[in-house]
T-cell receptor, first 114, second 115 residues
Framework: DTAVSQTPKYLVTQMGNDKSIKCEQN?????MYWYKQDSKKFLKIMFS???????INETVPNRFSPKSPDKAHLNLHINSLELGDSAVYFC?????????????FGSGTRLTVV | AQKVTQAQTEISVVEKEDVTLDCVYE???????LFWYKQPPSGELVFLIR??????QNEISGRYSWNFQKSTSSFNFTITASQVVDSAVYFC????????????FGTGTRLKVLA
């Protein structure tokens, strides 16, 4: 039983396309996140939702739009993909503030834009 | 501003050697939290430890130990008698206070343990 599952694991697509990455957690956590890991392994938060409400929206191009249909799901939609969007995207969840409870991460989605 | 520095980009050791991964942080807050995560070649991020700024006790978990020193703003991680399975990228992270809901990660240290 995977706690935080992301699909797809790999995604190769052409510039200009629109794509979505899905994330689901079965831990009953209230808060979910998207992190981006670039080619140099640098991890940076993009978005966070708490009970379907957006609480963190870092400086991210508005081509990226998170959607949380319920507190167990947080999807990431990307419009007009660019080469620079190539990265590994991690979904995560936490029981409460991750400062206290830590994150549980998914296994990542490697996005390659060609 | 908060910042996490992992100056060692890559370390290679031979199996059974001890290895220390350095982490230096910057923060203006008196309350903060420090973390280590492991990213093995399979790619997932695995939580290793959390420490708050009021708890300077060192911690040992099997072959892993952590040395938190506020005086030098460091939170170093030592693996004793390293094994090939320890090969991974290790990330140190900082979070200021409760309620920020995000970490600042260091750039990671890639550890290669050679058989």
């Amino acid at each position: 039983d995977t706690a935080v599952s992301q699909t797809p694991k790999y995604l190769v697509t052409q510039m200009g396309n629109d794509k979505s990455i899905k994330c689901e957690q079965n831990l009953g956590h209230d808060t979910m996140y998207w992190y981006k890991q670039d080619s140099k392994k640098f991890l940076k938060i993009m978005f966070s939702y708490n009970n379907k409400e957006l609480i963190i929206n870092e400086t991210v191009p508005n081509r990226f739009s998170p959607k949380s249909p319920d507190k167990a799901h947080l999807n990431l939609h990307i419009n007009s993909l660019e080469l620079g969007d190539s990265a590994v995207y991690f979904c995560a969840s936490s029981q409460g503030p991750p400062e206290r409870y830590g994150y549980t991460f998914g296994s990542g989605t490697r996005l390659t834009v060609v | 501003a908060q910042k996490v520095t992992q100056a060692q980009t890559e370390i290679s050791v031979v199996e059974k050697e001890d290895v220390t991964l350095d982490c230096v942080y910057e923060t203006r807050d008196t309350t903060y939290y420090l973390f280590w995560y492991k990213q093995p070649p399979s790619g997932e991020l695995v939580f290793l430890i959390r420490r708050n700024s009021f708890d300077e006790q060192n911690e040992i978990s099997g072959r892993y130990s952590w040395n938190f020193q506020k005086s030098t703003s460091s939170f170093n991680f030592t693996i004793t008698a390293s094994q090939v399975v320890d090969s991974a990228v290790y990330f140190c992270a900082l979070s200021e206070a409760l309620g920020t809901y995000k970490y600042i990660f260091g750039t990671g240290t890639r550890l290669k343990v050679l058989a």
